[in-house]
Every structure is written in structure tokens, then in C-alpha cells.
């Protein structure tokens, strides 16, 4: 078990690296049905005439496995609880796609009015087997100081 | 059926209110399992004790239910196609939560290169049934022209 990060152990460039997460066709599908159920997303052959040409995971599809894989790589004291994340995606992910995540801190501000805590800003990159990044989130994360 | 609406149909200022989407415990538990298994969305019991104080959804979660009920509201020609977000979650989500999404074109940018298409702007506002902001996202749509 890693040893929990408080405010105090965080630095602008620390790096945390994730495992692995394949994504398969089924859960694409699944996950459009209850929450982006468009043609793209749900079906290839109904996939096969739009924008993405192919099955493609719905956006916050990915946003879902990234945090699945932050929460896994990143081991903040109380948790990842997050006040907001910028979202950018450069392209799908896709069946069969190998991801992983690269969570960079940028910035680090203590909070004026509660001197325990601080917002950390996070910029994960989501890339797939061919390095290729898919998705870029730039989160706004609480942390506590130590006592 | 809703006529599909093209680029030229959106007017920075246009709202479209979403139908109601009611969350479960059951739907939260089963989200963060898979996407973000932390205690405070995970059990009520394990929940108390955190920042939480009870059990809330993940974020991310939101995120989707919003897409969910985006995708049904705002019919946009060829599919809700995001090129990217900035989420803020002002509160969180919770069991019995009874959610809507008000959604406001606040800009379009026709696109330089491609002349058969822009980037739409929306704000989409996710609502508890007391009228209160739960998340505000900010997204980044492609909309194509007609023919």
C-alpha cells in the first residue's frame, strides 16, 4: 500500500504514472446506451458513415476509464475529489485500445480562507498503445495537510 | 421527430431544456465500481465520514447523465460531437436525485479551414429538482452545414 500524499508532499512536476486499461466493443456499447446513445457509439456498422468512421467510445467514456486509472495512480490522502476538469480530446479511443494515463501536476494554490487545504491542478494526458493522446484533462483537486 | 438542426439554424442565446433523469444509490454504486471506486460513492456507511458527508455520485457520472439527457434534448444534424469540456461541480449528485440539463448556445465560430462546418459553444446547466447547480460544463460541439 502507497503511502497517502498530503498537501505538503505535492510539487509542481511530479509525474504519476497509471496502469493499463483495454478497452473492448462491448463496454463502448453498453456504456452509449445508458449515457451517449448515438449511432457512433453504439453499433459499428452504424458507425461506419459518420464523423468517426468505426466505432468510436463516447468522450465521457474515456473521461470515465481516465479517472478509473488516476484514482488508481495517484494516491491522495482523502481521496480524488475534484472541484473541475478541462476536457480537450484530440481523438477516440477505440475497441481494442491499450490506455494509460500520465497525470502531471502543473500548480499547486493553498486556499486563502481554510489554511488545511489546497487546490492542486493536474493535467492528465489519456494515451493509447501507439502513444498517441487521445484525451487531455486538466483537473482542479482538493488536498488536505497533514494533522 | 425534431427536425435535425444544421450550423446556420444555431443562434448564440437558443435554450434547450432537457427531460428529468432520477439517480439511484444503485446507479451510483455500480458507476464507481467500474469508473471511480472511491468510499464516498461506493457505500452510505463509508461514505458518512468523508467530505462527502453521505454518498454521492462521481463526478464523472454526472458528466454522463448530462450527456445522456444533452443527447436527447439539443438535436443537432450528424450527432453531438464534443471537441472538448470545462466541467465545474459545484455540488454533487445524490441517491434520488430527480436532474435536468439546461443547455444555452453561447457561441459559434465558423470554421477557417473547413467552410462546411463550426464549433458551437454550449453551456450546459445540470439541475437538482430544489433548483440548484450541480455542474455547469462548457462544451465545444461540431455542427455542419446543410447539404
Not at 490522502?77 to 491499450?98: C, E, F, K, Y
Not at 493535467?123 to 493522446?133: G, I, K
Request: one cysteine or more; proline letters at 5%; glycine letters at 8%.
Amino acid at each position: 500500500m502507497t503511502e497517502k500524499l498530503h498537501l505538503e508532499d505535492l510539487n509542481p512536476g511530479d509525474v504519476f504514472k497509471s496502469g493499463e486499461y483495454t478497452l473492448e466493443a462491448d463496454e463502448i456499447k453498453t456504456f452509449a446506451r445508458q449515457y451517449d446513445p448515438q449511432p457512433f457509439h453504439l453499433d459499428e456498422e452504424a458507425a461506419r458513415d459518420t464523423f468517426f468512421q468505426g466505432l468510436a467510445a463516447s468522450g465521457w467514456h474515456t473521461c470515465a476509464i481516465t479517472m478509473r486509472l488516476f484514482v488508481e495512480s495517484v494516491p491522495i490522502a482523502g481521496g480524488l475529489i475534484g472541484a473541475g476538469s478541462d476536457v480537450a480530446w484530440s481523438q477516440p479511443t477505440r475497441p481494442g485500445d491499450v490506455l494509460h494515463v500520465v497525470s502531471t501536476i502543473l500548480d499547486i494554490t493553498p486556499s486563502r480562507s481554510k489554511p488545511d487545504r489546497g487546490i492542486v491542478t493536474i493535467q492528465s494526458d489519456t494515451v493509447n498503445q501507439r502513444d498517441e493522446l487521445c484525451q487531455r484533462a486538466v483537473s482542479r483537486v482538493l488536498a488536505f495537510r497533514r494533522g
